[in-house]
């Protein structure tokens, strides 16, 4: 069996204060990769379970950057082995301000659609099995949403709607973890934090298709 997972620490969020691309994609390779990675390992098999479906961890290379370096980084789960973004699929991620855990429907996907017709007829389901402080947004690049609580019915009817008709639109609803959440630093204590969200947010995955 494998040890304990580490956690994040303070200086897995620094790395993306590093001014230009190629040192702070040095410290992300060093640093952080590994760690997603482990939870690529680790995490697989409770989702595949959860999902019914293999599913495949995805780590970001961010392969086509050649001037601006990343301000965030993650992994992604999804039941295609070659990639993710075409998929409904589940991240874990950082921020220099936080962590995320959440479902994920973005921009490539010919699924967003179906999603958002479903999410629609549903919004009373998700309402009940979604929690009030789980965070939504609509733009993977921009870190932080509204809560559900925030947005309330009509803000998320309308942020579902955008995702329906608007072909750059994207879905996400998870949480948000602070840098300073000492969550982070207990290894097993996050992985737990992460299954648990993902079971939350699993509803909504399989309004995907």
Known sequence: MKGAFAGFAPEDFDVFAIPGLEPR?????????????????????????????????????????TI?????????????????????????????????????????????????????????????????????????MVPGGDTQAELGRDGLAKLLERLRTVKASEALCGIVVDREDPLLLNGEAFVAKVEETFRTVLPLYKMSF
């Open 25 to 65: 994609m040095d410290a992300l390779i060093a640093r952080i990769r590994p760690k997603l990675h482990e939870l690529g390992e680790r995490l697989s098999p409770f989702l595949t379970e959860l999902c019914g479906e293999p599913m495949f961890p995805h780590v970001a290379k961010h392969a086509r950057r």
């Open 68 to 140: 601006n370096p990343p301000n965030d980084t993650w992994i992604a789960f999804a039941p295609g082995k070659r990639g993710y973004k075409m998929f409904p699929h589940f991240q874990i991620g950082l921020f220099g301000s936080h962590a995320f855990i959440q479902f994920a429907i973005i921009y490539e996907s010919d699924n967003k659609s179906v999603f958002a017709e479903h999410a629609l007829q549903q919004l009373d389901d998700i309402e009940r099995h979604i929690p009030a402080d789980y965070v939504w947004s609509g733009n993977h």
